[in-house]
C-alpha cells in the first residue's frame, strides 16, 4: 500500500490519486518466495510482481522511479532532456 512519497527524504503523505505522480512497477520475485499452491507443476517460471510507487508533486518534478534486479526500486534524477532544433530553423 502507497502511504507516502516514494523519496526517502521525503516524508509527504500520499492523500489523493490526482496529487504527484503514481508509478506502476513490474518485477520478477524470486523464485524461492514462490507459494506452493498444492498440485502447482514446478516450472520454474517466476512470479510476477506488480507494486505501486508514488512520487509527490514537489519530488515528481525533479526525480522518477527506476528499477534494476540488483537495487530493487529507487529514486533518481530526472534526465536532461536535450532538445533538438529543427534543421529549417537552424539554417535560418
Known amino acids: ?46 512470479l510476477r510482481r506488480i507494486e505501486f510507487y508514488w512520487l509527490c508533486d514537489e519530488c515528481a518534478v525533479k526525480m522518477t522511479l527506476a528499477f534494476d534486479k540488483v537495487s530493487g526500486v529507487f529514486v533518481r534524477p530526472h534526465l536532461p532532456v536535450h532538445t533538438v532544433k529543427p534543421a529549417a530553423a537552424a539554417a535560418a
Open 1 to 46: 500500500m502507497v502511504s507516502k512519497c516514494a523519496n526517502p527524504e521525503c516524508s509527504a503523505p500520499f492523500l489523493y490519486l490526482n496529487r504527484g505522480k503514481l508509478f506502476r512497477i513490474d518485477s520478477e520475485g524470486r523464485q524461492d518466495r514462490r507459494r506452493n499452491m498444492g498440485n502447482e507443476n514446478k516450472s520454474g517460471k517466476s
